[in-house]
C-alpha cells in the first residue's frame, strides 16, 4: 500500500499531493501546522494536537473549512488508507490561493493537507549514547512579536538555530530568549534534572508549551519528583546532572553534552532514562485507535 496525502477533501497518492505555487503558505509561510505521532495503531494525544490547530488558526484568523470533528475524521481517514500502524502525520492549513500580495483577504478558502509519513528525527544509537547540542546565537523571537504558541508555516527561527548544530557537528541546537535565558531547542522542549528536582522553562519565557513537555511533567509527577517551571541561564544547563529534551517527533532524547561541557556523566542518567521508559509505554497503551472509528469521505 502506497503513502496517501489528503488535500481539500481528496485522497490523493505521496507522489500527486500537490499545492498551487499562488498558495500563501508557499508565498508567505501563512498557514499553520501539526506534528502527530501514531503508535502501535493509535493516534497518541490526538485531541490535543487538534486543539492546538484551531488554536493557533483562530491566533491567525484563518478559518478552517473543517470542523474539528471532521479533521480528526479526515487524519484516521488518511492514516488508514496509509495502512501504516507507526507514523508521523503532518496537517497543514494554508491561507489557500491569492495573489501576489501579502493580504490574506485575496484568499477565499483556505488549503488542508494531511501528510502521513513515517519519521526518525535522530538514529536509535543517539539515544542509547546521548546528544550533543550547542546553545544557539539566534534568538528566538520574542512572544510579543509573535506568539511561540501558535505552530505557523514559518520556521525560520528555529531552521537558523538548527544549521548553528550542524555547522557546529553536533544533534541539536538549545535557544535562549533575548534576555538570554533557556528558552527550548529548534524544535523540542528543554529539561534538565537538578538535585532531585527536575526543571523545564517557564511558558512565559517564550516556549512552546510542547504536548510532549505536558506528557512528560506527568510522569516526573508520576515518579515523586518535584517538576518546576523555571527561569535559568546556560551555567544551569552546564552544572545540571542531567538533561533531555521532549518533541513527538524526537520523544525523550538525553543530552550527555552541552556547548563542549559534558552534562553528568556524560552518559543517559537514571532520571531521563526513567522517564524515556514511562514515555514508550503510555505510547504504547493510550490514543485513539485507527482502526476502530467510522470511515468519512473527505470534506464536507
Ligand atoms: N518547541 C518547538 C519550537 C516545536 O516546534 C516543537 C514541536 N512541535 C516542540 C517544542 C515540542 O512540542 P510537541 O511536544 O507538542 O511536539
Known amino acids: 500500500m502506497g503513502l496517501v496525502t489528503y488535500i481539500n477533501g481528496q485522497f490523493v497518492p505521496k ?62 481517514e488518511t492514516v488508514r488508507r496509509c495502512g501504516l500502524r507507526d507514523a508521523y502525520i503532518r496537517p497543514v492549513v494554508s491561507r489557500g490561493v491569492g495573489d501576489l500580495g501579502l493580504d490574506p483577504r485575496k484568499c477565499k478558502t483556505a488549503s488542508v493537507v494531511i501528510i502521513v509519513d513515517t519519521i526518525q528525527l535522530h538514529p536509535e544509537e543517539a ?19 509573535l506568539s511561540p504558541q501558535a505552530k505557523t508555516l514559518n520556521y525560520l527561527n528555529g531552521i537558523m538555530a538548527r544549521m548553528e548544530a550542524n555547522l557546529a557537528g553536533v544533534d541539536e541546537a538549545i535557544m535562549l530568549t ?32 510542547g504536548i510532549t513537555r505536558e506528557t512528560v511533567m506527568g510522569l516526573v509527577r508520576e515518579l515523586g519528583l518535584p517538576m518546576l517551571e523555571k527561569v535559568f541561564t546556560m551555567y544551569d544547563v552546564y552544572t545540571a546532572e542531567e538533561c533531555f529534551l521532549t518533541g513527538t517527533g524526537a520523544e525523550v532524547g538525553p543530552v550527555v553534552e552541552v556547548d563542549s561541557r559534558r552534562i553528568g556523566t556524560g552518559a543517559p542518567g537514571p532520571t531521563t532514562l526513567r522517564v524515556m521508559k514511562l514515555f514508550r509505554e503510555l505510547t504504547r497503551r493510550e490514543g485513539t485507535p485507527i482502526y476502530e472509528t467510522e470511515v468519512v469521505e473527505g470534506r464536507t
Open 178 to 209: 533575548s534576555d538570554g535565558y533557556v528558552c527550548e531547542c529548534s524544535a523540542e522542549n528543554i529539561f534538565l534534572v537538578r538535585g532531585g528536582e527536575v526543571w523545564t522553562p517557564a511558558p512565559y519565557l517564550g516556549i512552546l508549551k
Open 15 to 76: 507522489e500527486e499531493a500537490k499545492i498551487s505555487v499562488f498558495d500563501h503558505g508557499y508565498l508567505y509561510g501563512d498557514g499553520i501546522f501539526e506534528g502527530i505521532r501514531v503508535y502501535h495503531g493509535r493516534v497518541f494525544r490526538l485531541d490535543e494536537h487538534v486543539k492546538r490547530l484551531y488554536d493557533s488558526a483562530h491566533y491567525l484568523m484563518l478559518e478552517i473549512p473543517l470542523s474539528p470533528e471532521q479533521m480528526k475524521q479526515a487524519i484516521l
Open 127 to 145: 539515544y542509547l549514547r546521548g546528544l550533543r547540542a550547542i546553545h544557539a546565537t539566534t534568538r528566538k523571537v520574542r512572544p510579543d512579536a
